[in-house]
């Protein structure tokens, strides 16, 4: 057909200087990719249809697809949503400081499994275990990949066709379908559940105990809580009263070591009982790379690094070089990798007031001042919530339409929708972030529709 000839060649589409600024962004190849599947798909409309080629109707095509892909590309985002440790958005931030210090380790030839002292293969964890019991305590540790797999890795060494002693109220499901029946499954255990979901008593789990026994696990409840008319077990009480051949394991989930967060048993609560292990993950309530830490007996830590399971669950270089930075950093109190939740809780509610102003007076009326409640976050503490003011777009703009214009700026920011007005909370944006929203409200503010 004559009319396919006036569509332009690929080439000269990929010059074209609209389509050619996500070179740099999506790589050459991925837009050629793009650009070819909707010159295609619209040769084909017009076999179909006989229509007249509009160029510029196929050039919107191929700019709003290659604008989807810049969405789903892992980019810098602003959390303005009041949940300091979101999953979603990538958990904690890391320090930019320690990045840049660990940067000649990880992207250099490192000592990651070399023994410098007599030039032998030596142990990946290095000089982080001596760290890890410097900060935390225990008699030995390791680290694997996330919580997930630091639990399946317990289970797996320990439990593989034995019993695993689990309350009801403790079988949770947490974002992405993970379970812990499935996750007990998987590994080969056999689930032995008791009590309630309200209610479990010492009785409970010492009744359930038999020879085919291996753990009695104590699992983090993570994004929900049970209230009124329930009894949880004294920890405490119930590993003095387990037989020896059972070992009292704790899922303890969030990483919270801080006794400012009410509502949960943190890290050293849970290591003065001396549970045989515990486990919890390190880029929550900790602040650090993601990884799964487990701490507890040495015999015990020293079985689960011999499994082979290890090698498969074991992070990589960059997780050992951060993590191993920041607490050293934590321990000499220097404040260059303070604990940003513990930071953020300790600040007056002033400073959340006076941060809230900051972006309020850029348009009285529009915006305006409200007091609410940040979270933690991140499958942690759900209980624990904290005063906080927020900033409330007073728009006749639906709250739909806002939330994707700011979603839409460069770089996005993400607030929440909260009885169909949209709010964005200071409390968890930097102080640069700050600049950034402010600049992003102004324009919004002023624009006519607004």
Known sequence: MRQLSQI?????????????????????????????????IYRDEIVQTHQVVELNTLIERILAKLAY??????????NATGIVVHTNLGRSPLPQAIWQEVGDIVCNYSNLELNLLNGKRGNRMGMLSQVLQAYFGGEANIIVNNNAAALHLILKTFAQGKEVIVSRGEQIQIGGGFRIPDILADSGAILRDVGTTNITTLDDYLNAINDNTAIVLIVH????????????????????????????????????????????LPINSYLKIEPDLICFSGDKI???????????????????????????????????ALLEKILIHRLNRDGKADNRVESLINQ????????????????PGKLILRPTKFMVGGGSTPRAQFD?????????????????????HTPPIIGVVQNDQVLLYPVTLSDDELLIVKDCLMTLTAKTDF
Do not use: C
């Open 8 to 40: 332009p060649p690929i080439e000269k589409l990929l010059n074209l200087p609209e389509i050619a600024s996500y070179h740099t962004i999506l790589s050459r190849t991925i837009v050629a990719q793009i650009v070819k599947s909707q010159v295609s």
């Open 69 to 78: 892909q810049n969405q789903i590309r892992i980019q810098p985002i602003i």
């Open 221 to 264: 409840q993570s994004n929900y809580y049970i209230e009124g008319f329930s009894q949880q077990v004294d920890i405490k009480q119930l590993a003095a009263s387990l037989p020896e051949h059972v070992m009292l394991v704790v899922d303890q989930g969030s990483g919270n070591h801080l006794s400012a967060i009410p509502s949960e």
């Open 286 to 320: 900790l602040g650090g790379p993601q990884s799964g830490i487990i701490l507890g007996r040495k015999d015990k830590i020293e079985k689960l690094a011999k499994h082979p399971m290890m090698r498969v669950l074991r992070p990589g270089k960059e997780t050992y």
């Open 348 to 363: 007056p509610i002033s400073w959340h007031q006076s941060r809230a102003k900051q972006l309020v007076d850029i348009a």
């Open 388 to 408: 906080t003011w927020a900033v409330a777009l007073n728009s006749r703009l639906s709250a739909t339409t806002l939330i994707e214009r700011l979603r839409e």
